[in-house]
C-alpha cells in the first residue's frame, strides 16, 4: 500500500500537465500566468507540489498549444485580418466596435459596455481611464483603456490600441 499515494500522484501530475495543455489553448492568458495559477492551486498540498511539472520543461508544449489556436501575426500590419472570432464575444455580442486601417486604431468594446458607460454619465458617476504603453501588441504604440465601477470592482469596458501620430 505504500505505492498508492505515489501512484496517485503521477496521476495528478499528468492531469495537471493535460490542465495546463488545456488552458493554454483555450486562453488568451499568458502562459506564465496560466502555469502561475494552476502552481499556486496545488502548493496547498505540500506532496502535490513537489509532483508538479517544472515550468521549463512545459512551456514549448504550452506555447505549441496555443499557437495551434491562436493566429500568428503577419510579418506587416497592413497584412493584419482579424479573424471572426475574435470580433465577438463567446455570447455572440459584437466586440471589435470599430477598425481604422489607414491611421491603425482598433476599438473594443460591446454594446452593453457603451450602454453602462452612457448610463454612468447620466447619473454622474465616475470613469476611470488610463493609457498604457508597454502592453500592447507589436506594431501598435499605445493602449487606451476606459474603466467603470461595477458591483464594487473597477472592470475594463472599453480598449484601444493605436499607433502614435
Not at 92 to 120: P, Y
Request: hydrophobic fraction near 40%; charge should be positive.
Amino acid at each position: 500500500m505504500a505505492n498508492v499515494p505515489e501512484l496517485h500522484l503521477v496521476s495528478n501530475h499528468c492531469g495537471e500537465k493535460a490542465v495546463l495543455r488545456k488552458r493554454s489553448a483555450e486562453e488568451p492568458k499568458p502562459i506564465l500566468a496560466i502555469y502561475d495559477e494552476e502552481a499556486s492551486a496545488v502548493s496547498a498540498e505540500p506532496s502535490a507540489s513537489s509532483q508538479f511539472p517544472v515550468y521549463k520543461r512545459l512551456r514549448a508544449t504550452m506555447y505549441h498549444k496555443r499557437i495551434k489556436r491562436f493566429p500568428r501575426f503577419p510579418e506587416h500590419r497592413h497584412d493584419l485580418i482579424i479573424p471572426d472570432q475574435f470580433k465577438t464575444t463567446k455570447s455572440g455580442e459584437d466586440f471589435l466596435l470599430w477598425q481604422s486601417e489607414a491611421k491603425h486604431i482598433l476599438v473594443f468594446a460591446t454594446g452593453s459596455n457603451i450602454r453602462l458607460l452612457c448610463q454612468m454619465l447620466v447619473t454622474r458617476r465616475i470613469w476611470r481611464m488610463d493609457g498604457a504603453f508597454k502592453i500592447v501588441p507589436q506594431w501598435y504604440q499605445q493602449h487606451f483603456a476606459i474603466h467603470a465601477f461595477v458591483a464594487g470592482k473597477l472592470v475594463k469596458q472599453l480598449f484601444v490600441i493605436l499607433k502614435q501620430p
